[in-house]
């Protein structure tokens, strides 16, 4: 790939789920993907708890902000070749005209900002989300996408969806 592969991933408020996908996706495909993450309803702020656990990670939080999808949607946004919702909600929402079409699938994770509990307990399920992204990130960068036709790509698009974080990764 000469070409960053742009990829922006999606939920309601973006401010952690989404937030976590679009740093994976950063760090993970640094010189061939660019991560992008959007909200239908942003929150304004990203979760304290993904904030964290990202610096936890050595992640440069300095820029990260919860937006609007429709930054995405526009004549100047960059444009887009795959979109992944990661919450149900978002998944279910009609969603903006994407510029040229993106691959999109769905590849929803617990909302690890409703998790119950201690501070401790809240952490463990953002370190859930992270690592059940972690994985599916991993897995859709393994693929050569020059070698799937669309059919291909979308099977293996929803595949990935299904994956679960391994034992050993939470």
Request: glycine share 10%; net charge negative; charged share 25%.
């Amino acid at each position: 790939m000469t070409n960053k592969t742009n990829v922006l991933i999606l939920c309601t408020g973006n401010s952690a789920r989404s937030i976590l996908g679009e740093c994976l996706i950063n760090r993970l495909g640094e010189g061939h993907y660019k991560g992008y993450s959007a909200g239908s309803t942003p929150t304004g702020k990203v979760n304290p708890f993904a904030l964290k656990l990202l610096e936890e990670k050595g992640y440069n939080t300095a820029d990260l902000r919860s937006k609007s999808w429709d930054e995405f949607s526009g004549d100047v946004a960059p444009q887009i070749d795959f979109v992944f919702t990661v919450c149900d909600n978002a998944a279910g929402e009609v969603c903006p005209i994407w510029p040229g079409h993106p691959a999109k699938a769905h590849w929803g994770i617990p909302d690890p900002a409703v998790a119950d509990g201690s501070d401790k307990d809240k952490m463990q399920a953002f370190r859930t989300a992270y690592a059940q992204l972690e994985r599916r990130i991993g897995a859709f960068m393994n693929l050569n996408l020059d070698e799937l036709d669309d059919t291909a790509l979308k099977a293996e698009l929803d595949a990935i969806g299904k994956l679960q974080a391994g034992e050993d990764e939470s």
